[in-house]
């Protein structure tokens, strides 16, 4: 059973900026592509970011230019660098794990609370 692991939520303040990171239990290359969702209060699950085994990224509009998400792969890790945050950021963030294999299996983790005050 593989394992999720977020950490790097909080509370800050609108304009400030937190990272989050996923760590695997297993190896990162065994996935095709990792990313990131929000969920906020009474709303659907969003994509915001996602990054490729090759490294080829993905944004949501809503963060572009403020968000970058990163892998590394020696330590089996994504990151979500987030900067200019806004109150509508506020949500909880999930890292997802996507396997190479075929059918491809969804893996999530247990989410982090991300709350950005005006």
């Known amino acids: 059973q593989v394992q999720l692991v977020e950490s790097g939520g909080g509370l800050v303040q609108a304009g400030g900026s937190l990272r989050l990171s996923c760590t695997t239990s297993?190896?990162?290359?065994?996935?095709?592509?990792m990313d990131w969702y929000r969920q906020a209060p009474a709303k659907q699950r969003e994509l915001v970011a996602g990054?490729?085994?090759?490294?080829?990224?993905n944004y949501a509009e809503s963060v572009k230019g403020r968000f970058t998400i990163s892998r590394d792969n020696t330590k089996n890790t994504v990151y979500l660098q987030m900067n200019n945050l806004k109150p509508e950021d506020t949500a909880v963030y999930y890292c997802?794990?996507?396997?190479?294999?075929?059918?491809?299996?969804?893996?999530w983790g247990q989410g982090t609370q991300v709350t950005v005050s005006s």
């Open positions: 990054i490729t085994s090759s490294g080829i990224t």
């Open positions: 997802n794990a996507r396997t190479s294999a075929f059918p491809p299996y969804d893996y």
């Open positions: 297993r190896s990162i290359l065994n996935f095709n592509r």
